[in-house]
C-alpha cells in the first residue's frame, strides 16, 4: 500500500483540570503494536500514582490494527473516545494516553467521554502533524564541474538531500516523492544535458509537514 497518511511527529503533551481532576495528555508516533504498548508502559511509569492511565492507538497506515483501554473508568467512557478522535482527526500509526488524577467529584458516564475526548482532541490539535508519504532515494554522480547545476537544480525542485560524498566524483544521496520521481530525474538529466549518473535505490515512507 502506498498512499499518503497522517500521523503525529514526536511527542506531545498537553494538561488541562477539569472539575478538579487533572487530565495529563501524551501522544506520541508509534509503528507497531508494541512501540504502541511500550509508549503507554512508558506513561504508566512516569505516573505510577495515577487513578487512571486511559490509552487509544492506531498502529499501522491501514487503520486494522486498533487497541484501546479504559483502565478502570467505566466501559466506554475513555478508550474508546480517544480511539474516537484518532479516527475522526484521520491519524495513523499515533498512540494517545490520557492520565487522571482524581480531584474529589465524579464527572458520571457522559462528562467522562468529554473529558477524554476534549483532551484527547486538544492535544492532537496542537501536535506536530506530518504526512507519511512513500518516497525514493536515488545516488546522483556528476563531475565537481556539475556541482553548482546539480545543487542549483535541486533549490528549485522539493527534495531531501541526505549526504553528500566527494570523492573522484560527487555523489548526492536524494530523496523525493515517488509520485514526483520519474519528473524529477528525467528533469535533472535535461538541465545537466545528460552529464550526471544516477541510480535508483531503496523506497519508504517518510514524514512531510502539511
Keep these: 500500500m502506498e498512499k499518503s497518511v497522517l500521523t503525529v511527529f514526536g511527542e506531545h503533551e498537553s494538561e488541562k483540570i477539569i472539575e478538579k481532576s487533572r487530565f495529563i495528555t501524551y501522544s506520541a508516533h508509534i509503528e507497531s503494536e508494541e512501540d504502541g504498548k511500550a509508549f503507554i508502559a512508558k506513561i504508566r511509569s512516569k505516573h505510577s500514582l495515577a ?35 484518532l479516527k475522526n482527526k484521520k491519524l495513523f500509526e499515533t498512540a494517545v494516553a490520557v492520565v487522571r488524577y482524581f480531584g474529589g467529584v465524579k464527572l458520571g458516564a457522559g462528562g467522562l467521554v468529554r473529558a477524554y475526548s476534549s483532551s484527547a482532541s486538544e492535544n492532537l490539535s496542537g501536535a506536530d502533524i506530518r504526512s507519511l508519504e512513500m518516497c525514493k532515494e536515488f545516488l546522483i554522480t556528476v563531475d565537481y564541474t556539475g556541482v553548482d547545476g546539480v545543487q542549483k537544480y535541486f533549490s528549485n525542485n522539493e527534495c531531501n538531500e541526505l549526504s553528500v560524498d566527494y570523492g573522484e566524483k560527487v555523489c548526492y544521496l536524494v530523496a523525493v516523492k515517488k509520485a514526483v520521481f520519474e519528473s524529477f530525474k528525467s528533469g535533472l538529466v535535461d538541465y545537466m544535458q545528460g552529464k550526471v549518473g544516477i541510480e535508483d535505490g531503496e523506497e519508504y515512507y517518510a514524514p512531510f509537514h502539511v
Design 51 to 85: 487513578t487512571h492511565v486511559c490509552s487509544a492507538f492506531i498502529a499501522d497506515k491501514t487503520g486494522n490494527l486498533q487497541r484501546f483501554s479504559d483502565d478502570g473508568e467505566p466501559q466506554g467512557t475513555a478508550g474508546m473516545p480517544i480511539l474516537e478522535v
